[in-house]
């Protein structure tokens, strides 16, 4: 059974940086492509960032420069490095991995 579990959430004021990380369990992280989205309030999920196998990686257009997405096979942890947030990067981060998602971690930017 595939588990993903996110963490490392929480209050930044903007410009701050957070480091989120989904554990995996059940599945390796390199054997699929694990993604990281958000939801924010009364919005859509939309995509953030994803992570191959191979290493390659790909993001969207509004986090391009300020997020990295990397990696630890050996902990199949997969993290995602936020730096100068603001204040529309607020709100519920989910990781996901073949159609299966995690159950949220909130972030908050302040002003």
């Known amino acids: 059974q595939v588990q993903l579990m996110e963490s490392g959430g929480g209050l930044v004021q903007a410009g701050g940086s957070l480091r989120l990380a989904c554990a995996a369990s059940g599945r390796s992280v390199s054997a699929s492509a694990v993604g990281w989205y958000r939801q924010a309030p009364g919005k859509q999920r939309e995509f953030g960032a994803r992570?191959?196998?191979?290493?390659?990686?790909n993001y969207a257009d509004s986090v391009k420069g300020r997020f990295t997405i990397s990696a630890d096979f050996a902990k199949n942890t997969v993290y995602l490095q936020m730096n100068s947030l603001k204040p529309d990067d607020t709100g519920v981060y989910y990781c996901?991995?073949?159609?299966?998602w995690g159950q949220g971690t909130q972030v908050t930017v302040s002003s």
């Open positions: 996901t991995m073949i159609a299966l």
């Open positions: 992570i191959y196998g191979g290493g390659l990686t």
